[in-house]
């Protein structure tokens, strides 16, 4: 406050409050990484449009280029779940050029959503909550929230350091191109505000939209997102986090002995009536009055439903009870009982999902319950070494039982043997009819091979979208088409993938 304002102000009035300004330190190279963050911005806009593919890739890959460049390699020492996290993000970015099954790629989208910024806060320099702790999830999110919104000014500190030559002509570049941004969107709306304006800028108009528009939008919107990331990255470059407190409320065992118990209980009674059913045979159903294919079709989805509810009840028993005295040894049994009866279920259901399969053949819901079924298997057997060892640490292992299936799941051509089962079972005589448009329309490119050996001169009627409506088309006409859609996806980088280009190669 100079002389002036100080003689303005009443006497015996309140001083007004100075607020610090915050303070960026400068990073190297910081013009250059502030322009490769504006790159990737762009390329974000870009990948961001349907039908996903080998762009999505790119932009992961390009995410950590230009992350490694803001943090250094050094970053990836620090800590060994960031090196793993980074081989499994590539991994499944790679999916979307190499695969083009559209429930897959909104699932892994929806998967590295999560798993790359915890992998970014993860290179951070300061101290984290170890990644097995579920509470980590909190303190990452809280880091990149912090990092996107409040070092906004971060990218204009950036673009300021330096000489002053050089800032002067990025001033000179980036007022021109928002100038033309701004011309590119008011003349338009102009033009539609004034009938002889229109007509005087008729071709200024036209020509605006044709080669500039579209770019100049997307344009806009890397701008707005680059002072955001760039902040983020600021962040993870100068800023950690510090672990929070962790305080874990226990109650009394014999609360959780008599839940485990209680469901116990339930379980052998189920399991003892189910067997009845498995080795009764249709005779005992049918004394009953129940068949034996609505017996074995029915059922599944609830099994594995409870097993959920009761890998829950295990693991909330085993953490929440207070470790001492009879009832404690109680829980430990009681939930070693109930992992035993769950994985029995998961057997149980299992097989009457085989019966279905065999009855109405493979479909890709059906081939993923039986991976969901493997890894509920699978966390059982996790939670039972909880059981035996109740000091470790029950996320340690299920966590990366969850990713490396996941991951396993991607590698398998789920789409092609789908198709393979359900031709089979026509040409074998096993089912009277292929459901065609749900493998040529509901899954990916992968099917084709498999329908090519189905009488193509047979006609169908299928709804091959909003768009088009339902179509009554040849076999060999649909086909044709499908592959006509794989090379229209091959023709943009940003929706190539393999199995469009291996699909559009048969054509």
């Not at 300061?126 to 702790?133: A, E, M, N, S, V």
């Not at 005779?283 to 079709?297: D, F, K, P």
């Not at 088009?468 to 006509?484: K, P």
């Amino acid at each position: 406050m100079d002389y002036m304002e100080k003689a303005l102000l009443p006497e015996g009035a309140a001083k007004p409050v100075q607020i610090p300004r915050k303070i960026y330190e400068a990073i190297p190279h910081g013009r250059f990484l502030l322009a490769g963050t504006l790159a990737l911005c762009l390329l974000a806009v870009n990948a961001a449009e349907w039908p996903w593919g080998m762009g999505d890739t790119a932009l992961v890959f390009a995410w950590y280029a230009l992350l490694l460049s803001f943090l250094g390699r050094e970053a990836l020492a620090r800590r060994r779940e960031s090196r793993v996290l980074l081989v499994y993000n590539l991994l499944l970015a790679a999916s979307f050029a190499l695969t083009s099954n559209p429930w897959f790629r909104v699932w892994n989208f929806l998967a590295l959503a999560v798993l790359v910024p915890l992998q970014a806060a993860s290179m951070a320099a300061g101290d984290l909550l170890p990644w097995w702790r579920p509470a980590m999830a909190g303190e990452r999110l809280g880091l990149m929230c912090r990092g996107v919104f409040c070092h906004l000014g971060a990218a204009p500190a950036a673009l300021s350091a330096g000489r002053e030559k050089t800032r002067l002509r990025l001033t000179v570049v980036l007022g021109a191109a928002a100038a033309l941004a701004l011309v590119s969107i008011l003349l338009p709306v102009l033009a539609s505000a004034d009938a002889l304006f229109a007509a005087a800028t008729r071709g200024l108009t036209e020509f605006i939209r044709l080669h500039f528009a579209r770019g100049l939008w997307k344009l806009f919107w890397a701008l707005v997102l680059t002072p955001f990331l760039f902040g983020l990255l600021y962040c993870l470059r100068r800023e950690g986090a510090k672990p929070r407190t962790h305080t874990l409320y226990t109650v009394d065992s014999a609360l959780f002995a008599i839940v485990l118990g209680a469901l116990d209980t339930l379980y052998l009674l189920f399991l003892a009536v189910q067997s009845a059913g498995l080795f009764g045979g249709a005779e005992y159903l049918a004394q009953r009055g129940i068949s034996y294919a609505e017996w074995a079709r029915s059922g599944f989805f609830q099994m594995v439903g409870v097993t959920i509810v009761n890998l829950a009840a295990v693991m909330a028993a085993l953490t929440f009870s207070q470790r001492e005295g009879r009832a404690w040894r109680a829980v430990r049994a009681l939930a070693a009982a109930l992992v035993g009866e769950s994985l029995v279920l998961l057997a149980s259901a299992a097989w009457r999902m085989t019966l279905y399969v065999s009855a109405y053949g493979l479909s890709f819901k059906r081939f993923l319950t039986y991976w969901g079924m493997g890894m509920m298997a699978l966390f059982f057997l996790a939670a039972l070494w909880k059981v035996q060892k109740p000091d470790r640490s029950f996320c340690r292992r299920a966590l990366p039982l969850a990713l490396a299936g996941w991951l396993a799941i991607n590698c398998v051509p789920v789409d092609y043997l789908v198709a393979k089962d359900q031709v089979d079972r026509y040409l074998a005589g096993q089912c009277g009819t292929v459901d065609v448009e749900y493998l040529l329309y509901d899954l990916s490119y992968d099917t084709l091979p498999q329908l090519e050996r189905l009488d193509g001169e047979r006609v169908y009627t299928v709804y091959a979208g909003y768009a088009r409506g339902r179509l009554t088309r040849r076999l060999t006409d649909l086909l044709a088409e499908r592959r006509a859609e794989a090379r229209a996806d091959c023709a943009d980088w940003r929706s190539w993938s393999l199995s469009a280009c291996l699909t559009a190669g048969r054509g």
